[in-house]
């Protein structure tokens, strides 16, 4: 199995400190740091979370990745973020290498489109017709350019926000993620196990790259969601942005 990841990429930091106190020149708590936690964050977690699980894979993403970071400012006792600092997030240019790739040695692809200028719409349909098993997680609004895509994983938000424009043949390819509720696909909800939640960043990541790495291993889209539950799980059980 050897699959390739395409999509935007950045650097997540996790800052963990105590809380002490508060600001006496504003009311904002005040931070002394103790510990820091890198790591590749959005198509990069995706990248991760599939090498975690033991297939090949190789991911087309911005040259620039590592200056790009999202700063999140943690108390270490109660796990409460205080605030998320962004650095260059509107340095990421378009894609000029998706022409030089060869679809043919990848048993998947995952699209992990943030919206961030990465990928265009036409990208996006380009890659989907260079391969009949892509799957794409995207922030854009839906639409006909992603009708060859074989399923699009998007969160409740996303869902609501593009709903009006998905047409019924795009509504048998959704599946849309509840949070703490599972996950939905053509009318049927998958739960998941009641769990303590100390954070869900990049739980969507591990989700995509459970549900592609199931898919390809067993051709079976339910056990493929119930394993990407599952995988979803387990790392928002677990501080900062953890793999499989």
Not at 52 to 76: S, Y
Not at 128 to 138: P, Y
Not at 140 to 160: M, R, T
Request: glycine content about 6%; aromatic content about 8%; some cysteine.
């Amino acid at each position: 199995m050897r699959i390739l990841v395409i999509g935007e990429s950045c650097k997540d930091v996790f800052v963990y400190g105590a809380v002490n106190r508060m600001c006496p020149e504003a009311p904002v708590p005040i931070l002394a740091p103790l510990e820091q936690m890198e790591n590749g964050g959005m198509a990069m977690n995706v990248k991760n979370n599939i090498q975690t699980l033991g297939a090949q894979v190789d991911i087309q993403t911005n040259d620039n990745w590592e200056t790009i970071t999202k700063t999140r400012f943690i108390d270490k006792r109660t796990n409460h973020m205080i605030m998320r600092l962004d650095h260059n997030d509107n340095s990421i240019s378009r894609n000029k290498y998706l022409n030089s790739i060869r679809y043919d040695k990848y048993s998947a692809i995952i699209i992990s489109d943030y919206n961030k200028g990465f990928l265009s719409e036409e990208d996006v349909l380009n890659i989907s017709l260079q391969h009949d098993c892509t799957f794409l997680d995207t922030k854009k609004i839906l639409g006909e350019w992603c009708n060859n895509v074989k399923f699009i994983k998007i969160n409740n938000y996303e869902y609501e926000r593009t709903k009006d424009k998905i047409s019924e043949e795009l509504q048998s390819k959704i599946i849309v993620t509840l949070g703490p509720n599972g996950c939905r696909h053509r009318g049927m909800t998958y739960p998941v196990k009641k769990t303590e939640i100390k954070d869900v960043a990049g739980a969507g990541d591990t989700f995509i790259a459970a549900l592609a790495f199931k898919y390809v291993e067993t051709q079976d889209i339910e056990k493929s969601i119930i394993f990407a539950n599952e995988s979803a799980t387990k790392v928002v059980e677990k501080r900062g942005v953890n793999t499989i």
